[in-house]
C-alpha cells in the first residue's frame, strides 16, 4: 500500500472505499446509515469516499448530522491513475448499488488491489462477487445487513483483517472470475 495515503488522511484503523459517482442510486447513505454501528466494534474505522455528483451535498449533511465527520472522509474526484493507491490502502471495498450495474470494473480493480469486495446483490455485481468466495453480496437499500453485528459481512471482514487473515485466497478467485468473464 502507499503510506503517504495512510499518512495524508491519518488512517490508524480499518478502511473502508467506495468510489464512484455520489448519487441517491449508488447506496452511500447506507454506508453511512451502517457507520453508527461499525464505529461501536471498530473505533478507529474509516470510510473514504471518492467521487462527485448530485448527492454529495445531502451526502456530506447526513455524515455531519450522524456526527461521523471524524470517520468519514470525503476525497472528492481523483484521476483514474490515482485510484490504485486508494484501492491498496483500504481493507474494503464497497459498492452498495441499488440499480442494476454492468460489469462493476471498480469491483475488480479493488479486489485486483487487495480489497475484500461487498456489493449488493444485483445486475453484474453478481458476476464479480461470489458470496463467500470473492467477496460478499449483501441486500439492497439495507443498512441492517451492511453492519449486521454478527453475520453482516463487513464486520466478518474487519475481524478477518483483524486476525491478519491472508487476502490471497479471494484475489485468486477474482483473478479466475474475472479472467472467465473477459
Same mark, same amino acid.
Given at each position: 500500500?502507499?503510506?503517504?495515503?495512510?499518512?495524508?488522511?491519518? @488512517?490508524? $484503523?480499518?478502511? /473502508?472505499?467506495?468510489?464512484?459517482?455520489?448519487?441517491?442510486?449508488?447506496?452511500?447513505?447506507?454506508?453511512?446509515?451502517?457507520?453508527?454501528?461499525?464505529?461501536?466494534?471498530?473505533?478507529?474505522? #474509516?470510510?473514504?469516499?471518492?467521487?462527485?455528483?448530485?448527492?454529495?451535498?445531502?451526502?456530506?449533511?447526513?455524515?455531519?448530522?450522524?456526527? @461521523? #465527520?471524524?470517520?468519514?472522509?470525503?476525497?472528492?474526484?481523483?484521476?483514474?491513475?490515482?485510484?490504485?493507491?486508494?484501492?491498496?490502502?483500504?481493507?474494503?471495498?464497497?459498492?452498495?448499488? #441499488?440499480?442494476?450495474?454492468? /460489469? $462493476?470494473?471498480?469491483?475488480?480493480?479493488?479486489? @485486483?488491489?487487495?480489497?475484500?469486495?461487498?456489493?449488493?446483490?444485483?445486475?453484474?455485481?453478481?458476476?464479480?462477487?461470489?458470496? *463467500?468466495? #470473492? $467477496?460478499?453480496?449483501?441486500?439492497?437499500?439495507?443498512? %441492517?445487513?451492511?453492519?449486521? %453485528?454478527?453475520? $453482516?459481512?463487513?464486520?466478518?471482514?474487519?475481524? /478477518? *483483517?483483524? /486476525?491478519?487473515?491472508?487476502? *490471497?485466497?479471494?484475489?485468486?478467485?477474482?483473478?479466475?472470475?474475472?479472467?472467465?468473464?473477459?
Amino acid at each position: 500500500y502507499d503510506k503517504k495515503i495512510i499518512e495524508k488522511y491519518n @488512517l490508524t $484503523g480499518p478502511v /473502508l472505499l467506495f468510489v464512484g459517482r455520489l448519487a441517491e442510486q449508488k447506496g452511500v447513505q447506507y454506508i453511512l446509515k451502517a457507520m453508527p454501528e461499525i464505529i461501536k466494534k471498530f473505533q478507529k474505522v #474509516t470510510l473514504l469516499v471518492i467521487g462527485t455528483g448530485t448527492a454529495e451535498e445531502e451526502l456530506k449533511q447526513i455524515t455531519k448530522d450522524m456526527d @461521523l #465527520t471524524k470517520n468519514v472522509i470525503f476525497v472528492g474526484a481523483l484521476p483514474n491513475t490515482e485510484l490504485p493507491k486508494y484501492y491498496a490502502a483500504a481493507d474494503i471495498f464497497i459498492a452498495p448499488s #441499488t440499480d442494476p450495474e454492468g /460489469l $462493476g470494473l471498480t469491483l475488480v480493480e479493488a479486489a @485486483l488491489s487487495g480489497c475484500i469486495p461487498v456489493g449488493t446483490d444485483i445486475g453484474g455485481i453478481s458476476d464479480i462477487i461470489k458470496d *463467500k468466495k #470473492t $467477496g460478499f453480496l449483501i441486500k439492497e437499500r439495507s443498512a %441492517h445487513r451492511v453492519r449486521n %453485528h454478527k453475520a $453482516g459481512p463487513l464486520f466478518l471482514v474487519l475481524r /478477518l *483483517k483483524q /486476525l491478519k487473515s491472508p487476502q *490471497k485466497p479471494f484475489n485468486a478467485t477474482i483473478q479466475s472470475t474475472f479472467n472467465h468473464l473477459t
